[in-house]
């Protein structure tokens, strides 16, 4: 099994392309703050869960990248927040954002309490 055919994977991803579409839309001054946070933390759910999977035979260290995942995943929960607060977005697709947001979320907490599951090395 690859990282990319994970079902946690594949949402990250979803969702870090459905933020750069939707923030292609917010004001240029917003370039080098908001828009170029969201777009790396959305990112960075991603990467973290693809470098978390390589190094799985060492439970230790995979659970610390998906842990990193996990902060990077809240970090995209709270700038869609602002997103909302400063009128980016509406209160719909804040909505959905947030929902896959939580998603994710869970995902990656189930497999750090059961990295074995995921092809971790059992410690």
Same mark, same amino acid.
């Given at each position: 099994?690859?990282?990319?055919?994970?079902?946690?994977?594949?949402?990250?991803?979803?969702?870090?392309? @459905?933020?750069?579409?939707?923030?292609?839309?917010?004001?240029?001054?917003?370039?080098?703050?908001?828009?170029?946070?969201?777009? @790396?933390?959305?990112?960075?759910?991603?990467?973290?869960?693809?470098?978390?999977?390589?190094?799985? @035979?060492?439970?230790?260290?995979?659970?610390?990248?998906?842990?990193?995942?996990?902060?990077?995943?809240?970090?995209?929960?709270?700038?869609?927040?602002?997103?909302?607060?400063?009128?980016?977005?509406?209160?719909?697709?804040?909505?959905?954002?947030?929902?896959?947001?939580?998603?994710?979320? @869970?995902?990656?907490?189930?497999?750090?309490?059961?990295?074995?599951?995921?092809?971790?090395?059992?410690?």
């Amino acid at each position: 099994m690859d990282y990319r055919d994970l079902i946690v994977y594949k949402k990250a991803f979803k969702l870090a392309m @459905r933020i750069f579409e939707i923030s292609k839309n917010f004001p240029r001054e917003e370039k080098f703050s908001l828009t170029d946070q969201i777009r @790396r933390s959305s990112r960075s759910t991603c990467t973290n869960i693809g470098e978390g999977y390589r190094k799985r @035979r060492f439970p230790a260290h995979f659970v610390s990248k998906l842990s990193d995942s996990d902060m990077e995943n809240t970090e995209t929960q709270v700038w869609l927040s602002f997103s909302l607060a400063c009128k980016y977005i509406d209160e719909v697709i804040f909505n959905e954002l947030d929902q896959e947001v939580v998603e994710i979320g @869970r995902l990656l907490n189930y497999m750090m309490e059961n990295p074995e599951k995921f092809g971790a090395s059992k410690a």
